[in-house]
């Protein structure tokens, strides 16, 4: 377990990303592939994360701009390793490459487009798929919300289908599982909480639920269809009626689609002053995704979040070729 992470009382506003970046500095920083590093952002990720000794970052990318970058920042990639390629798509194939020879064990986006990086990772000869489908999380730190909450699929799934979204929850919950969180609860969002033929999404989290049951889903409690209010207010949770070892206390929201997740963490981000981390899972290794806009706290928590469930995945799913 992360001492003290799950429910805890919350006095920094950034209290559960220090906990996962102090758990993650116990451990050896692994080495990650970091995707075209080529402007400040990206590339001062990279080097506060080797800092804090959360990663070892290996640099793939234009040497020159690389360096550039790195004298815009008055900051030396001295000790660093760095694999020149001539752009942005030799670079995220490089990337890659070296996760699949088992070289780096986590991947990191710089500053080249997602669906580019995606593009290599997904690649069916030469990519990094395994048996799951992708899907991304975003590991939320909430003013007044006792507890880390996840958001899932704000980035990678755009509609997606009822299996996909099966995938998409046991991936999240695997994450929390492999942080040593415990047992996470689910909530599967809709616009209510009844079921209702004329809400498809209300059949549909009735049917994930059911697939909890039948062992289709494991690690996890599930809950749904649950409105918003529902899932993360007790009150509103008593005044309904609702029992369940779920409702008023998710841990992890799963979403209809991209675009309701997407508008979510961003409702929590910019009026509500969360953080957002991001990562992204069902591939072989940990992807940090993080975006311009990220904060220097919020760079770490994504980085410290990949680096412990990369240690995690160390000891259940080597790397095979």
Do not use: W
Request: charged share 20%; proline share 6%; hydrophobic share 45%.
């Amino acid at each position: 377990m992360i001492d003290g992470l799950n429910d805890a009382p919350r006095s920094d506003p950034q209290y559960h990303y220090e906990q996962l970046i102090t758990a993650a500095g116990r451990h050896v920083p692994l080495r990650c592939a970091v995707a075209h590093p080529c402007d400040a952002a990206s590339l001062s990720g990279a080097l506060d994360a080797f800092e804090q000794q959360l990663i070892h970052p290996i640099l793939v990318g234009p040497r020159a701009r690389i360096n550039a970058a790195a004298q815009t920042l008055g900051r030396s990639t001295d000790g660093l390793q760095i694999i020149d390629v001539p752009h942005s798509h030799a670079a995220a194939q490089e990337a890659v490459a070296l996760v699949r020879a088992g070289e780096a064990e986590l991947l990191m986006k710089g500053s080249l487009h997602t669906d580019e990086l995606m593009h290599a990772v997904i690649d069916r000869e030469t990519g990094l798929r395994s048996e799951r489908r992708i899907s991304h999380v975003f590991i939320m730190d909430v003013p007044r919300y006792p507890r880390p909450l996840f958001i899932t699929d704000a980035a990678i799934n755009i509609e997606p289908d009822l299996l996909t979204r099966a995938d998409i929850i046991q991936n999240a919950i695997d994450l929390h599982l492999g942080l040593g969180l415990g047992t996470p609860r689910v909530a599967i969002l809709s616009a209510l909480e009844t079921i209702t033929p004329k809400i498809p999404g209300t059949i549909e989290a009735a049917a994930l639920c059911k697939m909890a049951d039948r062992g289709q889903i494991t690690g996890g409690m599930l809950d749904g269809p649950l409105a918003l209010d529902n899932a993360i207010s007790p009150a509103a949770a008593r005044i309904k009626g609702i029992v369940s070892q779920v409702a008023g206390q998710a841990q992890i929201l799963v979403v209809p689609t991209l675009e309701a997740g997407n508008m979510l963490a961003k409702n929590l981000t910019f009026l509500s002053g969360a953080d957002a981390a991001g990562i992204v899972l069902g591939a072989r290794v940990p992807i940090i995704l993080t975006s311009r806009a990220d904060s220097h706290k919020t760079r770490l928590a994504s980085c410290a979040t990949a680096s412990l469930y990369a240690h995690h995945l160390r000891q259940t799913h080597p790397i095979r070729s």
